[in-house]
């Protein structure tokens, strides 16, 4: 589990694809690797890799070809910066919400403004997340823990803004993005279960 509080923004050093068509991505990243361990979880820019390889300041992890298949891994290259978050440690504060590391899918940025030190992103949402994200709620953009400071819809196409501060820009990859790229979107596990529960309701209630 994480928290989507990014600890580091890490760089790319090495992409190598695999046989079976997943790839295995080195990682410069001195403090997120600082205490890394064969088998560790560390979210990179919102999905859950698993520590292969580790020293020097950076690690390894492989990713599955359904997981590059499903998210905004596959836009990454060499020299790319990821955001990356250590699993989160029993009796951690939780700083922003829980993150499970799970993309649910995948939003293209379409509107940037900057609003004095703020800015606002509003990015595209797949119609089978529109649901789950609501004005104040809680998401994973790339892995960090945002707010939602707005949902709408133009035409046929959902979105929503998140509202960013200096530190955020400053500390994830986000002050970096430009329109058209893709991210990852987390929503958030409690409205997931809730829609998953409502969804069953009449199927059960039919049974009883």
């Known amino acids: ?9 890490g760089r790319i050093v090495g992409w190598e694809t695999t046989p079976d068509g997943g790839a295995r ?3 410069d990243a001195p403090t997120t690797s600082a205490d890394a361990h064969h088998g560790d979880s560390i979210a990179v ?18 990713v599955m070809g359904q997981t590059l298949a499903v998210s905004a891994i596959a836009d990454l290259a060499e020299g790319d910066e990821v955001n990356l978050e250590r699993a989160a440690k ?15 899918g995948v939003g293209r940025l379409v509107q940037i403004r900057d609003e004095g030190a ?26 960090t823990s945002l707010t939602v400071s707005a949902v709408g819809r133009d035409g046929g196409a959902h979105w929503f803004e998140v509202s960013l501060i200096p530190e955020t820009l400053q500390a994830t990859t ?3 993005l430009g329109a058209g790229d893709r991210v990852n ?15 069953l309701a009449p199927a059960s209630e039919g049974m009883a």
């Open 45 to 62: 820019s919102g999905v859950c890799l698993t520590v292969v390889r580790f020293g020097d300041g950076r690690f390894t992890a492989d």
């Open 90 to 104: 029993v009796g951690d504060r939780l700083g922003g919400h829980i993150v499970q590391g799970h993309v649910d």
């Open 25 to 27: 991505l080195t990682i």
């Open 1 to 9: 589990m994480f928290t989507g509080i990014i600890e580091e923004r």
């Open 118 to 143: 703020w800015r606002v992103l509003r990015v595209s949402l797949p119609d089978d997340l529109a649901p789950l994200v609501v004005d104040k709620g809680s998401i994973a953009v790339a892995g």
């Open 185 to 199: 979107l987390e929503t958030d596990v409690l409205a997931r279960h809730v829609a998953r529960l409502l969804a």
């Open 174 to 176: 986000l002050g970096g």
